[in-house]
């Protein structure tokens, strides 16, 4: 039955879906973090979640994806499930455990169909969680790319990771996807010589090396701050004119960034 739904879905989608020709992206800095989850008690991660990060209008909706032991891409954000191991547990038994408010855990499949549904100004921000070794992360990446592209998705995402691995692979695979390093241990201009979009560093990394944004901006390597969720901070980051700011109160620097 829900292979039959998410055929149903895809069909109807396929006629309400950005093209890159018709997407205007907002550009208020703001992307939920995990999607916009903590007004509305939401579960982190959740399809309810990306919606209304949607309907809100953010720049941004960012969401987390691990590959279970039988090669299915979900969307969660720590490396156990459920108190299961998901490099060790099929999507079958994951499943089994709903999210708070019902929902099925999602899969990557599905939450891009639903990220792509009425939507022309909400970035995906896809975080690829690095796996237990080099080789299968590389692999998740590809399966990642592969799952995006045939959804007709690319230009809605940007690819986030710790790995800076798998982001290469992203950028060898298609040098025209968006890719933003999460470690914070890279300047922009090494990032720039390697072919990395973006510096998407925890918020203290640019308080340490405030000539990073400087270097960033000049070598057009875009900035993204996380999680940023302090009036003040999102005042310093608004002030120094981030491209994104990643933030688990999005309602608050929506506010932030509209004020005149």
């Known amino acids: 039955m ?9 069909i109807l989608i396929g006629s309400c879906s950005a093209t890159k020709e018709t997407v ?30 949607i309907r809100k209008q953010y720049a941004g909706s960012e ?3 691990r590959m279970t032991v039988n090669d ?31 929902e099925i855990l999602p899969t990557l499949r599905e939450y891009i169909l639903a990220g792509l549904e009425n939507n022309t100004t909400t970035r995906l921000v896809c975080e690829i969680k690095p796996s237990k070794n080099k080789e299968r992360g590389l692999l998740i990446a590809e399966k990642v790319y592969q799952m995006v592209n045939e959804l007709k998705a690319q230009h809605m995402v ?6 800076y ?14 890719t933003q390093y999460l470690d914070g241990s890279k300047s922009p201009e090494v990032l720039k010589r390697d072919g990395i979009d973006g510096a998407d560093y ?59």
Not at 34 to 48: T, V
Not at 165 to 178: A, F, G, Q, S, T
Request: some cysteine; overall charge negative; glycine content about 2%.
């Open 158 to 163: 940007i690819y986030i990771s710790f790995s």
């Open 63 to 65: 969401f987390d994806v």
């Open 72 to 102: 299915s891409l979900i969307i969660t954000h720590d490396p156990d499930y459920a108190s299961l191991n998901i490099e060790e547990t099929s999507y079958e038994d994951l499943s089994k455990f709903p999210l708070k408010n019902g």
């Open 165 to 178: 691995d798998i982001l290469k692979r992203l950028e060898e695979l298609n040098p025209e996807v968006h």
């Open 2 to 10: 829900r292979c039959i739904v998410l055929l149903i879905t895809m």
């Open 202 to 260: 925890y918020l203290s990394v640019f308080k340490k090396h405030p000539e990073w944004i400087t270097s960033a901006k000049k070598n057009k390597i875009a900035l993204n701050a996380w999680t940023v969720n302090e009036e003040d901070e999102m005042e310093w980051f608004l002030k120094n004119n981030f491209d994104f700011i990643t933030t688990n109160e999005p309602e608050l620097l929506l506010k932030k960034t509209t004020q005149p």
């Open 24 to 53: 205007n992206f907002s550009q208020n800095k703001v992307v939920a973090h995990r999607g916009a989850w903590k007004a509305k008690n939401l579960p982190e991660n959740s399809i309810a979640a990306l919606k209304e990060a």
